[in-house]
């Protein structure tokens, strides 16, 4: 079924991202060997990080999930606690995942930022099975559909290093209660 905000990519003609360890892993928020530093915490993947966002009412949730070895750990270990949600996380999830971006975008920047620079002016899309959101489904041969939240956001990010190759910070978003383990998300002034 269509949904008013889906977009249909040719395969062929997108920068497509789906298994970490394919080309353009990197882009993925699965992807290990990016570890963020926030708050003067180690958390070991853009994913964890996100996760841990959705439970600023509790640290010790919060503190599973970045302890997680991978990606994938951590988003199953938010999904157990999916009941302790913040309420308006519908409100702010992209939000938040758009600060998570650029955070390992700006702490990982002479990589990532030449990755999202070689994928041109072609649309990033986060393959997935099920997933129209965030990405986007195969539909027929050579198609996918879906919202591609995810990689309308990375388009974003390249447009902005297009435009200041020296980007150097900014501000953390305006967002009520965002606590990492019961202290308030600082800002990221340098990279």
């Not at 996380?89 to 990982?108: A, E, G, N």
């Amino acid at each position: 079924m269509q949904h008013e905000n889906y977009r249909i990519y040719n395969i062929t003609q997108s920068v497509v991202f789906w298994k970490t360890t394919e080309k353009w892993g990197e882009l993925s928020n699965m992807a290990s060997g990016f570890v963020l530093s926030v708050n003067n915490l180690l958390i070991p993947s853009s994913e964890a990080l996100y996760q841990a966002c959705r439970f600023p009412n509790n640290p010790e949730i919060q503190a599973l999930i970045i302890r997680q070895p991978n990606a994938m750990y951590a988003k199953r270990e938010a999904q157990r606690y999916k009941n302790f949600t913040r309420n308006d996380w519908q409100q702010y999830r992209v939000l938040i995942m758009k600060w998570c971006l650029r955070v390992k975008i700006l702490q990982h920047w002479d990589l990532l930022s030449r990755i999202l620079l070689e994928t041109r002016d072609l649309p990033i899309v986060e393959f997935s099975k099920n997933d129209t959101f965030w990405g986007a489904c195969p539909m027929q041969e050579h198609k996918l559909v879906g919202e591609n939240v995810l990689g309308r956001l990375l388009m974003e990010m390249r447009e902005r290093i297009k435009s200041n190759p020296e980007l150097y910070g900014f501000r953390t978003p305006s967002i009520p209660n965002f606590y990492l383990l019961n202290q308030p998300i600082q800002e990221f002034i340098t990279r």
